[in-house]
Every structure is written in C-alpha cells, then in structure tokens.
C-alpha cells in the first residue's frame, strides 16, 4: 500500500504534491519521493524517511517552478526503504518517470527480459521494471507505449506516469489498486485516495480496472484497455477531510476491517502460485526441515494469538511439535532451544522489542529464524533468517485486525509448505486445501455482509460488565483473540477459556444475564461445545455462537446465531475472527468509547 499523487495546471506542483502526500501518509511512510519537469527535463527528488524529510530537501517545493508532477509516499513491499528503492523510477535514460502502487508479480522475468536487452537497473523493485519496459515499448507515442505495457503486467497496479516528451500531460492507470482523478479548473489531479486532493477540488473520477487516463491542464480522457475512449461520471463528494482520509468510515478499524479481503488476497498471492506453493530462496528445502525437533512461535499481543493459531496449524498438518511463547516470558525462562530448533517471530510492525529481543535470544542458541512481519525493512525482519511478508499495508488503528488475518494467512502457507515437505499431504491434498484458501476472501466479504446482525447484537448488550469467550481447538485460539479485541477497545472485562475448562472454576462466574460468546466452527469439537453452551445457558448465560451455515444444531442452543460461510474446520479462524473484530468494534462505538485510540495503548511497543 502506498499513496500517489499528481499534478498538472497551472500552479507549481512540487508545493500540491507535498501537500497531497502528507494527506496520504497513512498508506505509506518509509520513503517519499517527487517527479517533475523542470528545466526541459524530469527531476527526481526522493528520500527514504517520512515525507517532512522530502519537503525539508526541497523547502516545501517553493522554488521549484513545474506546473506538472507525480508524487509517491511508500510502504516498502519489494526491497528495503531506502533512498534508491523510493519512487519516482526513472527509465535508464531519464526521459520517463513512474510511481506505483501494487504488486508486479512477474516482475523477475521481465526484468530478466529487459537485462538481457542491456537495460541497467538500479533499485530492487518491481516499479521500476516499470519505468523501463516503457521505455523499451516507447516508439514516439508515450500513450502507446503505456498501454503496450499494460499487457505485460500480471498483479496489482495504480500508475502515474511521467515523460520528458510529454511535459504538457501524465497518465495514469489502474489495475486492483485504488486510482482517483481530480477534475479541476485549468488543473487536473490523481491520487491514490480523496483527501489527497479534496483540497483543491471535489469533482472526482474514479478509475476502474484496466482504465487508462490522459491528463492535460484542461483535459481528461479515459480509455478501456482496448484503448476505446471511456464516458464516465462525475462523482462529486460531500465528505469533511476527517472522513474522507477514513475512506468514508467513520473509524481506520473499520476501514481496515474491510480491507481484509484484500489483504488477506495479496498475502495468498505473494505465497500462492496457481494450485502450488511458491518456492524461492527463503523457503526451507525438505532437507532442512527433517533436520528441525521443534518449532517455537514468540510473539507478543495479536501476533501472539496467531501463533496459537498457527502451534494447531503446523502441529496438524507437519507433525513436528510446535511450543508457542509470550517473548517477555521467552527472553527469561532458559528455552530449551538450540540448532535444531526453528523460532517463527509474528510482528506486525517488526518493532517490539520484547519480540526483537526474543529473536535474538533464540538466535544466540542457535536456532534459525523465521519471521512474519508487515513493515519491510523493520528490526525484525532484517535480523531473521527469512522473512515472510504480510501485505496489510499500514495498520493506524491500535487494535490489531487487518495485520492479524494476515498473519493467520502467512501461516496457512507455512504449515502446508511443511506438511507437503515432510509428506505428509499428498499433491491432490494439497491442491484441494489451496483452493480452499483462494475462497477465503470471497468469504469474508460475505463475514462483512452480515455486520448487522453482528450490530445488532452488541446494541442490545454493550453495557455488559463482563463477557466469556470460549471455544475448542482452532475456536480457542481465536477466543482469546476475541477477548483481547473486545478489552482492548470497549474497556470490558473479557476472558477467554477453552470450551472444556470452564467447568473447573470459571463457570462459577456466569450468572443471569452473563454474555458468552461461542466459536463452534471445529466440526469434530460440535457436539462438545453444544454440550458447553448448554452448561453455560443454565446457568443463565445468554450465548452468542459463531457457526458455519450448515450446523443446526448450534442454533437450536444458542440465543443468537451469526453465521460464516460453509468452510472446512480448518480454515474458519479466518472468517470467524472478522465477526470478534466487528463484535469488539460495535461495542466501542456504542459505549463512546475511542475506538481507534483506546486509552492506555501503543500501537508499537519499544520498550520493554
Ligand atoms: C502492542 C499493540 C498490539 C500488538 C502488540 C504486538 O501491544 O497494541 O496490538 O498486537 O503490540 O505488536 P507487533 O507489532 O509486534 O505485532
């Protein structure tokens, strides 16, 4: 995820841009970077860090006289933020410049293709492939050699693009990544989102999939990707800037909460190739992995939730034994751990320090280092052994949503990689079970669909002093995660027990009135838990159950019922945590309490 910006009118662009990016921060700030024509050719100026140190580079563009520009704050996915990774890319001779948003997926071929027809490349991205098969496709017509371009590309893309032949025009185009066009007097704008330009104008454009744009000062054309000129509407909005920079939510939890699908899909897609397992130098060969007694996942938080997930996930399907750890209990209680053992560290911003110490206590007894991270280049995910990325983009609520699915994802994917590399899967198996997480989010898409019920719900229950959450297997995991959301953001008192414990001592606690809520998705664990929310409902507890479509019998028990789609025991956590994430998320709202912000925490936690 990362913001674009353009500009071309008749004011100075360098000051519109910088303005533009600052509003769009909250997609990306590892680098920052501007393009201009300026003095009969493209000026690139472009720095790792946030965006003040761009606009303190250049004090705040004022000198700069271009009336035309692209700009780019970034969120690192492919190299590590630093000055030469951050966009504007320019084509080897200079003459085209590129900003993108996305994910070139075949970018290594065809940068192949490009190296061996001499063409130097400077940075490790995949933009920049970008910027030089334009090049290379360029013959005279710029418009042309975009579009001739496009069709090379397979994965994500919002472009803005630059040429020193063209300094009166730019264009754009988008593919799965979010592209706007402002529609301005004498000016015309792009930019990755409203807020970027809600400033300077509110007749907006919005770009589909495959569309492609040319913009002047006082024209906008937009073609299909036959390159047939496109009639489209003017959407004219009436947000405030607080809203628009949500996306229209109300808070970033929720719009991060419906970017799940999303992020949940390019997390798949960085992993998943086809009906297989993409296997790159990071992956551990079958070799490597018969060497491994043990797996231990240190995490804190979230990131430590789901890893508890992923003890079940890799225990199941691999059979090596997996021990998960809180890492400020780790780093102190003399692990049993050494050269032979693997450590997977979950973090979300890379940056915990109780997780980072964690790791290297690990490391100093020899273990090997496998990290899940989202912020490329972060402590983490340089001191590891490998690293697999999330792709959530940036999380700005404190509560953790969109980042923990996509840790649920990357862990699907490591315990199938095992569990094909130990054989303990066949091909067939394996196929099967990676069709089944391509549909996941198709599936909580349908999750979000039913947010009301889920409203509902909490409206007749957010004065609750306290709530239980409880589960079995898989459903345990994500009961725990349940638990933390709801405390973390509604300030209620919450706990998470496994189905088959409560009996020991906690049910003392439920009483008349008493909200359970029930994860019953673990087919082979049904039974039992009916048997719980029977024990638990005469006691007087009122009991919400998460269920699959398919099983009645729950509903016959429990007073409200939400339902996720019919999918195997497997792989419901992932659909099943967007209803806690949405449970938590309405009792925050309607207790007043702030949601984005809740009191007392941090969203990265450096110190110990
Ligand atoms: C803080 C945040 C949590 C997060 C935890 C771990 O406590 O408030 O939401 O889960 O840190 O953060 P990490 O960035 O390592 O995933």
């Not at 050269?339 to 964690?358: H, M, P, R």
């Not at 994500?478 to 414990?501: F, Q």
């Amino acid at each position: 995820m990362c913001g674009i910006v353009g500009y071309v009118g008749e004011r100075k662009a360098a000051p519109i841009l910088l303005s533009g990016l600052s509003k769009l921060e909250y997609r990306g700030y590892d680098s920052a970077g501007i393009a201009v024509y300026e003095k009969d050719r493209l000026q690139v100026i472009k720095t790792k860090g946030r965006l003040k140190a761009l606009s303190d580079m250049i004090d705040g563009g004022k000198n700069m006289s271009s009336t035309m520009g692209i700009g780019h704050t970034r969120w690192a996915t492919h190299g590590e933020p630093n000055d030469i990774n951050s966009h504007p890319h320019l084509s080897q001779s200079s003459e085209i410049a590129v900003v993108h948003n996305g994910i070139i997926e075949n970018y290594i071929s065809l940068k192949e293709f490009l190296v061996e027809k001499g063409v130097k490349f400077l940075s490790e991205t995949d933009t920049e492939v970008i910027a030089q098969l334009i090049e290379y496709n360029y013959r005279g017509d710029i418009v042309e050699a975009v579009m001739e371009t496009l069709k090379d590309l397979k994965g994500s893309y919002a472009l803005g693009v630059i040429s020193r032949h063209n300094p009166e025009m730019f264009i754009a185009a988008r593919k799965d990544s979010p592209l706007i066009i402002g529609a301005g007097k004498n000016e015309n704008f792009i930019a990755s989102d409203i807020p970027a330009i809600l400033e300077y104008t509110r007749d907006i454009y919005i770009l589909e999939d495959k569309e492609v744009a040319v913009l002047t000062k006082d024209s906008i054309k937009i073609y299909n990707e036959y390159g047939q000129m496109v009639n489209k509407k003017i959407f004219h909005v009436d947000w405030d800037v607080d809203a628009a920079e949500k996306g229209g939510f109300e808070h970033f939890m929720m719009k991060e909460i419906f970017e799940e699908p999303k992020v949940v899909k390019d997390t798949f897609n960085s992993r998943i190739n086809g009906d297989l397992l993409k296997q790159d130098s990071l992956s551990f060969t079958a070799e490597q992995l018969n060497k491994i007694e043990k797996i231990f996942i240190v995490a804190c938080g979230t990131a430590y939730h789901a890893g508890i997930v992923g003890k079940y996930l890799i225990e199941d399907l691999s059979g090596i034994p997996v021990e998960t750890d809180v890492a400020s209990e780790f780093r102190y209680r003399n692990p049993i751990i050494n050269e032979k053992c693997l450590t997977i560290i979950i973090s979300q911003s890379g940056e915990t320090i109780d997780t980072l110490f964690a790791l290297r206590e690990a490391k100093s007894r020899g273990s090997k280092i496998l990290s899940i991270v989202n912020v490329v280049g972060s402590s983490i995910a340089r001191e590891s052994d490998s690293v697999i990325y999330t792709l959530a983009g940036p999380e700005i609520a404190v509560a953790s949503t969109k980042a923990y699915n996509t840790q649920l994802a990357a862990l699907y994917t490591i315990a199938l990689d095992f569990a094909n590399k130990k054989n303990r899967i066949n091909s067939e198996e394996l196929k099967e079970k990676i069709n089944t997480l391509k549909e996941i989010p198709g599936q909580i898409e349908k999750v979000l669909e039913k947010r009301e019920g889920i409203q509902k719900f909490a409206a007749n229950h957010y004065n609750a002093k306290s709530v239980f959450f409880i589960g079995r297997g898989l459903d345990y995991a994500l009961a725990m995660e349940g638990s933390l959301k709801l405390k973390e953001i509604s300030y209620i008192h919450s706990e998470a027990y496994a189905g088959g414990e409560l009996k020991h001592g906690t049910i003392a606690l439920i009483e008349k009135g008493t909200l359970v809520l029930c994860s019953v998705t673990q087919d082979a664990l049904i039974e039992k838990m009916v048997s719980n929310i029977r024990e638990v409902k005469s006691r007087g507890a009122v009991v919400m159950a998460i269920t699959q479509e398919k099983n009645k019998l729950v509903e016959s028990v429990a007073d409200t019922v939400i339902n996720i789609p019919d999918i195997s025991s497997m792989f419901a956590p992932l659909t099943a945590a967007t209803v806690m994430q949405l449970f938590a998320y309405y009792m925050s709202v309607l207790k007043g309490c702030d949601v984005d912000k809740p009191r007392n925490l941090a969203k990265s936690v450096t110190v110990e």
